[in-house]
């Protein structure tokens, strides 16, 4: 049980120390990683289709982390965890629009990254036999992350699907915040912690027109309508 055997981690991060000590530990870790110092070459092998997930420094030459996420997300879905300095809110929700999956703040603790890396790669990867759910015009197959809206697919990112995937099962109901953070990020939520907001911001404008359906409950958390 627990993490994926060997999966395949791209880290881009142009400091080398900081690189080393966190690919030496995720190798210890069950990880195969490969380090990169730039944003260009990360770009690159995020599109390559060889890796289960991408860390990605905000800070990098040649391209900025943040540029590097717009490239990778015109064409790709691929799970990606932003480094962002400790304070720095405004690359933190950035990056979150742009559609990262989750963030860390630099300096990190190697064993934080690797968690949050087994726990997205473990929702994305997991084996479920439920059936799929369907509700408001939405259908879902989760083992196969897939998602239509009224017969059309939904192109979203991993962290996107599992805040869909929490408000539909819970449709017509008000989920907290604290809920949401905890099923769809595999994290707790804290008391300044605006990823659930960014995710569901960027919910609705994929959604268009049905993005009406997700209603914010003051001071409680997000519910989608049910029909």
């Not at 530990?25 to 995020?46: M, N, P, Q």
Request: net charge positive; hydrophobic share 40%.
């Amino acid at each position: 049980m627990g993490r994926p055997a060997e999966a395949k981690v791209l880290l881009a991060d142009d400091d080398v120390a900081l690189s080393t000590t966190l690919s030496d530990y995720l190798s210890r870790d069950g990880f195969s990683v490969t380090t990169v110092h730039d944003g260009a070459s990360a770009t690159k092998l995020a599109l390559s289709g060889e890796y289960q997930l991408a860390v990605l420094d905000v800070m990098m030459p040649e391209l900025h982390g943040i540029e590097a996420l717009q490239r990778i997300r015109e064409t790709s879905s691929l799970p990606i965890i932003i480094l962002t300095s400790r304070g720095g809110d405004a690359d933190r929700i950035l990056g979150l629009e742009v559609g990262a999956d989750d963030y860390v703040a630099k300096p990190c603790m190697p064993r934080e990254l690797a968690a949050r890396i087994r726990a997205i790669i473990r929702r994305v990867q997991r084996p479920e036999h439920r059936p799929a759910v369907s509700v408001s015009g939405f259908a879902m197959w989760t083992e196969r992350r897939q998602v239509e809206l009224h017969g059309q697919p939904l192109a979203l990112t991993s962290s996107q699907f599992n805040v869909l995937e929490v408000l539909l099962r819970n449709a017509g109901r008000t989920v907290s915040k604290q809920d949401i953070c905890e099923q769809a990020l595999g994290r707790p939520y804290t008391r300044f912690d605006r990823s659930i907001d960014v995710h569901v911001s960027r919910l609705r404008a994929k959604l268009g027109a049905h993005g009406r359906l997700i209603h914010t409950v003051s001071k409680r958390g997000y519910q989608l309508e049910k029909d």
